[in-house]
């Protein structure tokens, strides 16, 4: 089994920054990919960013530009640093990882975060 462990919402007025961090816990062979989903009232969960095991990155066009995705692979940990914030970034935040694969088990399975709240108001 695998824990993600979220870190790093709040509160922050516009034109602000937060470092959202996400670390994968369990025994852990390899993954494909990891990454960030929000979900704002109202709304479906959407993708912000992800990288993959290449170091590949990908952004949703409302925040290229403003939100940078990074990870350290040796600890299984990805991050999410956010800068110009807006109000339309609240939401709930949540971490994913895809594709991982548990040492002595056959096959992989994607897995997510509790999530985290990111408020973006003055």
């Known amino acids: 089994q695998v824990q993600l462990v979220e870190s790093g919402g709040g509160l922050v007025q516009p034109g602000g920054s937060l470092r959202l961090s996400c670390s994968a816990l369990?025994?852990?062979?390899?993954?494909?990919?990891m990454g960030w989903y929000r979900q704002a009232p109202g709304n479906l969960r959407s993708l912000v960013a992800s990288i993959n095991h290449a170091g590949q990155t990908s952004y949703t066009d409302s925040v290229k530009g403003r939100f940078t995705i990074a990870k350290d692979a040796a600890n299984n940990t990805v991050y999410l640093q956010m800068s110009s914030l807006k109000p339309e970034d609240t939401a709930v935040y949540y971490c994913?990882?895809?594709?991982?694969?548990?040492?002595?088990?056959?096959?992989?399975?994607?897995?997510w975060g509790q999530g985290t709240q990111v408020t973006v108001s003055a």
């Open positions: 994913y990882v895809d594709k991982v694969v548990i040492l002595g088990r056959p096959g992989y399975d994607d897995y």
């Open positions: 369990g025994n852990i062979f390899s993954m494909h990919a």
